[in-house]
């Protein structure tokens, strides 16, 4: 359930694969590091892929499209995000070094393909009113089943305050879900529960969160906390809404 990637490696760092370590998650999930002039080259002959841009400056280049797009830090600049179909060809180019997280799962859907750019991300400043303001984070949704119903993944981003708790209330849900998190300083940390397990995170660190079980999420006094959140649809059963554990329920009230 709880994985350090330490210092990110040049290439590709795996977090997560379908037939490979935590194949339960069922998705394939990692970030290239890639050093200014390296070349990627993605194509999925059964795959949809998601292409996050967590820092650095990049080309994408896809179906005849171009665009060159760049984010120098994640916890005061919005995403932006590449969502391709099956069979699509990607080639990405580091302008200079960068780092791009991948989350792909299986997907026969045919659809278009979309750069979501800050513009498009979906926002909420959520528990800025309640519980004294000890829950209040930043909640930013790239896409879901609402504006994408035709994936079966979603993604999207969060940035959790110095001393605050995130994913709160203490909520489940039946699709599988990653948590892949960062700090504003090397030396920050957190704390992630996933049921009755508690795990102290760092940067570059992730875990996974099988479904039925709640995973409140807190940040050391002093650091700020980012994590991309990654959730795998059902067939048949697509993830739309948090489920509240029933004893804190009240705190909704």
């Given at each position: 359930?709880f ?12 977090l ?9 998650m ?17 194509l ?13 400056k ?10 060159e ?28 070094p960068?780092?791009v997280?991948?989350?792909?799962t ?9 750069l ?10 959520a528990?800025?009113d309640?519980?004294?303001?000890t ?15 035709y994936?079966?993944?979603?993604i ?6 110095p001393g ?9 849900h ?7 998190y960062?700090f504003?300083?090397p ?14 995170v ?32 059902h ?6 809404e ?5 004893e804190?329920k009240?705190?909704?009230?």
């Amino acid at each position: 359930m709880f994985g350090r990637l330490g210092e990110l490696e040049e290439g590709y760092n795996v977090l997560t694969e379908i037939n490979g370590p935590h194949k339960d998650m069922l998705m394939d999930i990692g970030i290239y590091k890639m050093s200014s002039g390296i070349e990627e080259s993605l194509l999925d002959g059964e795959k949809e892929t998601a292409i996050l841009l967590l820092e650095g400056k990049v080309r994408f280049e896809w179906e005849g499209n171009s665009c060159e797009i760049e984010r120098k830090c994640v916890f005061k600049e919005e995403p932006f995000c590449l969502h391709i179909a099956k069979d699509v060809h990607v080639k990405i180019l580091a302008l200079d070094p960068s780092e791009v997280l991948i989350q792909k799962t299986y997907n026969d859907n045919a659809f278009a393909s979309k750069l979501y750019t800050p513009e498009d991300s979906q926002n909420v400043v959520a528990g800025k009113d309640d519980w004294e303001g000890t829950a209040k984070r930043v909640i930013r949704t790239i896409f879901d089943y609402e504006n994408a119903p035709y994936s079966n993944m979603v993604i999207g981003e969060v940035l959790s305050y110095p001393g605050r708790w995130s994913s709160y209330p203490p909520h489940h849900h039946e699709q599988p879900e990653v948590y892949y998190y960062r700090f504003d300083k090397p030396q920050g940390f957190g704390c992630a529960m996933v049921g009755e397990d508690a795990h102290r995170v760092v940067h570059n660190s992730y875990i996974t969160i099988p479904g039925g079980l709640d995973h409140p999420q807190s940040t050391a006094p002093g650091y700020t906390m980012y994590f991309c959140w990654m959730i795998r649809h059902h067939t048949h059963n697509p993830w739309t809404e948090r489920i509240m554990v029933e004893e804190h329920k009240w705190l909704l009230g």
